[in-house]
């Protein structure tokens, strides 16, 4: 039961022991120390994973309704995992990248933070608990925006911090509603709101339930609430950019999952006027953000429209609730996380690399680095949904699931949305592949530097390209696991 408190507190800890501590006159002793803690979270969490069973530890209690709980479910392990495997793999990644930056102590030590505050969204047992380190992934994950302190940064990260905050005040005003007619703020597969209260205070707890979805929607991307995101990107350091698009903004999506699967409940959503206005702007997000992508010439800012797009994806697949929708969702939730950090760190190679941002700089690069290329490749086919990678499995469940929901036009109109999405997926992301490989006749072969990045930068963008394949040629475990959740959350 206590690995659940150390794989939390052991990050978090070991970060404000960086932060404190006086500088190190040798890196190779900072990257030494960093590594370290980063294995030993790592195996914190899998323990806590392993041994936690049904436990639940209860760390404090803010009043006697009101206790500091966490408890690990199904939901959490999977989080968990997509959580632990990208921040390992970015963080190392980090170690070649901050090279060229500064204050690469402050770096490591904010990142160990919302590393412990990331896991500690995923184990939390209730929801007051989940809504105070949510407020303080913000917090901490804002220095990670602002850690080049140039005045494109501080505002980018004073536009994160509006966004991310005003979420989590209309996210905190559903929770002083909750408390009180709900009863309790406890998760629970299936949902606690009970039939007496349904009948009694349905209206408001309708009205409750869409200001918590727009709420923590904010941290997913989704509109009308959506722009911190490219805002973020092209001004945080590449690796921190792959934490922020594939694993914090997850954050949103996992607050979701647990305020409409385990506190209100489908029997009490499907139906309604919610579950239609959630679906419309899901659709809207998904839309909008591919087309933004596509007409983004700016790599990083291009990767977080598609960001934007692509969680809500996620987010369409949970509104639908029905059983292949929601399975198809949590599915994404790791496609997605392994695919877009794969991305982000392909283009910080990029940048380390070549010093370049734009697309249209880029003509020739599969020449210059042919394997960091390709593994770009996969991973963009695996955005796209193309066999065999995870995101076409992913999304063939979110496709099979709307058409047999019965939702008239929704069961329609979102399996299309999703097929143009997933051809400006196709437009914004593999010229990049056709102009690196395929310069055309004109292009000077004479200026070809063939030079790949150095292993700690292509070995975890090998790894990531990897376990995006693996999803998609061996889906069955995974999908079996996925199914035991979602027949207890429907």
């Not at 303080?136 to 302190?149: A, F, K, N, Q």
């Not at 007496?196 to 409750?208: E, F, K, V």
């Not at 090998?462 to 959350?489: C, D, N, W």
Request: proline residues 4%; glycine residues 10%.
């Amino acid at each position: 039961m206590y690995y659940i408190i150390l794989s939390i507190f052991f990050p978090i800890f070991t970060g404000v022991y960086l932060l404190f501590r006086g500088e190190m006159k040798n890196r190779k002793n900072l990257l030494t120390v960093t590594g370290v803690f980063f294995a030993i979270s790592a195996v914190l969490v899998i323990l806590a994973i392993c041994m936690a069973g049904n436990n639940i530890f209860t760390l404090f209690c803010l009043t006697d309704r009101l206790p500091i709980l966490f408890k690990i479910d199904e939901v959490s392990v999977v989080f968990s995992i997509m959580t632990i495997v990208v921040v390992l793999c970015a963080g190392f990644f980090s170690f070649a990248y901050m090279k060229h930056e500064e204050k690469e102590k402050r770096y490591y030590g904010y990142y160990l933070i919302v590393l412990g505050v990331l896991i500690a969204l995923c184990f939390a047992g209730n929801l007051i608990t989940f809504y105070m380190f949510f407020e303080l992934l913000t917090l901490s994950s804002m220095p990670l925006v602002l850690h080049s302190g140039s005045r494109e940064a501080v505002m980018a990260g004073l536009k994160y911090l509006f966004y991310s905050l005003s979420g989590a005040y209309m996210s905190l005003f559903g929770l002083y509603f909750l408390e009180r007619y709900g009863n309790t703020l406890t998760f629970s597969a299936g949902g606690v709101i009970s039939a007496d209260m349904a009948a009694g205070h349905g209206g408001l707890l309708l009205g409750i339930c869409f200001a918590m979805l727009i709420g923590f929607g904010v941290k997913a991307g989704m509109f009308p609430m959506h722009a911190w995101l490219p805002a973020a990107h092209p001004v945080a350091p590449a690796p921190a950019s792959a934490v922020l698009s594939a694993v914090i903004v997850k954050a949103g999506v996992l607050a979701v999952v647990r305020v409409v699967y385990y506190i209100f409940g489908v029997s009490f959503l499907r139906g309604s006027w919610v579950q239609y206005a959630w679906m419309i702007l899901t659709l809207t997000t998904v839309f909008m953000g591919s087309m933004l992508a596509y007409r983004e010439p700016v790599l990083k800012k291009r990767l977080a429209y598609s960001t934007v797009s692509q969680l809500s994806y996620i987010l369409f697949g949970l509104a639908v609730m029905e059983e292949s929708s929601v399975t198809g969702g949590l599915l994404h939730v790791l496609c997605h996380g392994f695919i877009k950090a794969a991305l982000f760190l392909c283009a910080g190679a990029i940048i380390y690399m070549t010093g370049k941002t734009r697309v249209e700089q880029l003509r020739g690069i599969g020449k210059e680095m042919p394997f960091l290329m390709w593994c770009y490749t996969i991973v963009s086919l695996g955005l796209i949904g193309i066999p065999p990678t995870g995101g076409f499995i992913s999304k063939w469940y979110l496709a099979k699931g709307a058409l047999s929901s019965g939702i008239l036009g929704f069961d329609l109109i979102g399996v299309v949305i999703l097929l143009l999405s997933a051809l400006l997926t196709a437009g914004y992301l593999l010229p990049l592949t056709i102009q690196g490989f395929f310069p055309g006749a004109d292009y000077d072969y004479g200026t070809l530097k063939k030079k790949e990045p150095p292993l700690m930068m292509t070995v975890p963008v090998f790894i990531l390209t990897v376990l995006s394949v693996a999803i998609g040629l061996f889906p069955q475990m995974i999908i079996h696991y996925l199914l035991r959740i979602v027949e207890k959350i429907m």
